[in-house]
């Protein structure tokens, strides 16, 4: 398994358009998590799924961020507008439901997109 | 409320020498803490778990209840021990709730 792939590994976009992210979780994993991680604010959960439904999005900064789960292998993160604060890095993981542990198994990590806002 | 403190941004120390990276955590209930780790280059990965007790590349990490620390040690450092590390907090809803991460930097 090549793991969890995330596509594009860069993007650098002018404010204003649109930016989609793109995830390819583990397959089997059941949990499925998007991530954003800056240096003033460290690594934050925005969002995660369960079996393709969206669970918790409290931590999805405004209605300017979506996130969609369509099937088990694929999950986009989008944003727009985009905005120059929307410039980080955003990982992918992902989790098995091993014996009905749910949100307790470890979490596999993707690559992360470098997302560059102008 | 629920938190997970790395007060080290950087810590650089020479190889051979003991390392001891700083994780303080604030949780009511009893805490389910873990060490993730990202080399260069590499993807963010999870390095050891306290309820394993374990003992992984060296490292290990005690729970400390009384001073709420996950404080990460390993007695002689390597070269290949460079990378970013983060602390990270299992909460009541059971989502990770992660520290702001420590760069080590091991000096030849």
């Known amino acids: 398994d090549a793991g969890v792939i995330q596509s594009p590994r860069h993007e650098v976009t002018e404010m204003g358009q649109e930016v989609t992210l793109r995830c390819k979780p583990i397959?089997?994993?059941?949990?499925l998590f998007w991530y954003r991680q800056t240096m003033m604010r460290g690594l934050e959960l925005l969002i995660y799924?369960?079996?393709?439904?969206?669970i918790d999005d409290s931590g999805m900064p405004e209605d300017r961020f979506s996130a969609k789960m369509p099937n088990a292998s694929f999950s986009t993160l989008k944003i727009q507008p985009s905005e120059p604060r929307d410039s980080a890095v955003y990982f992918c993981?992902?989790?098995?439901?091993?014996w009905g542990r749910g949100l307790l198994d470890e979490q596999f990590f993707g690559p992360g997109t470098r997302l560059t806002v102008l | 409320a629920q938190r997970v403190t790395q007060p080290e941004k950087l810590l650089s120390v020479f190889k051979g020498a003991p390392v001891e990276l700083k994780c303080n955590y604030s949780y009511s209930g009893s805490p389910e803490l873990f060490w993730y780790v990202q080399y260069s280059r590499q993807r963010l990965q999870l390095l050891l778990r306290h309820i394993s007790r374990e003992s992984i590349k060296g490292f290990t990490a005690d729970l400390n209840k009384g001073e709420t620390s996950f404080h990460l040690k390993k007695p002689f450092a390597q070269e290949e021990d460079s990378a970013m590390y983060y602390c990270a907090l299992r909460g009541s809803n059971y989502q990770l709730i992660w520290g702001a991460g420590t760069k080590l930097i091991i000096k030849p």
């Open positions: 799924f369960n079996n393709n439904v969206p």
């Open positions: 397959s089997g994993h059941d949990y």
């Open positions: 993981a992902s989790s098995p439901d091993r």
